[in-house]
């Protein structure tokens, strides 16, 4: 039985280069060509009739301390003194730690 040539259709797309680098670099490592990941998704859109990951808008805008009344820096410096306090802290070594497991830096 003979065998089909597979037909593509092309897509086009604009990036940030710095996106785009290092989404290459870790496809690099996983032996993934970019076009084919992108392949990827697209199937999972169809599978998952949706995108393939959740989306929504984080719960809190992180802190932005140029932006507040002395008040306001004030409470939210105390809330870290609370923390603290509680004992509610990570060591910066261990936190360095668990990067050096994960990522093995």
Same mark, same amino acid.
């Given at each position: 039985? #003979?065998? !089909?040539?597979?037909?593509t $259709? @092309?897509?086009?797309?604009?990036?940030?280069?710095? %996106? &785009? +680098? /290092?989404?290459?670099?870790?496809?690099?490592?996983?032996?993934?060509?970019?076009?084919?990941?992108?392949?990827?998704?697209?199937?999972?859109?169809?599978?998952?009739?949706?995108? #393939?990951? !959740?989306?929504?808008?984080? $719960? @809190?805008?992180?802190?932005?301390?140029?932006?507040? %009344? &002395? +008040? /306001?820096?004030?409470?939210?410096?105390?809330?870290?003194m609370?923390?603290?306090?509680?004992?509610?802290?990570?060591?910066?070594?261990?936190?360095?730690?668990?990067?050096?497991?994960?990522?093995?830096?």
């Open positions: 039985m #003979p065998r !089909e040539a597979t037909k $259709a @092309s897509v086009y797309t604009r990036v940030d280069p710095e %996106t &785009k +680098e /290092q989404a290459e670099l870790i496809l690099a490592e996983l032996g993934i060509p970019m076009s084919n990941a992108i392949g990827m998704f697209l199937k999972q859109v169809v599978i998952q009739r949706g995108i #393939p990951f !959740e989306l929504k808008l984080p $719960a @809190s805008k992180p802190v932005v301390t140029g932006d507040l %009344t &002395k +008040e /306001q820096f004030d409470a939210e410096m105390q809330l870290g609370d923390d603290i306090n509680a004992g509610r802290i990570v060591s910066a070594d261990d936190v360095e730690a668990e990067m050096r497991r994960l990522y093995g830096a």
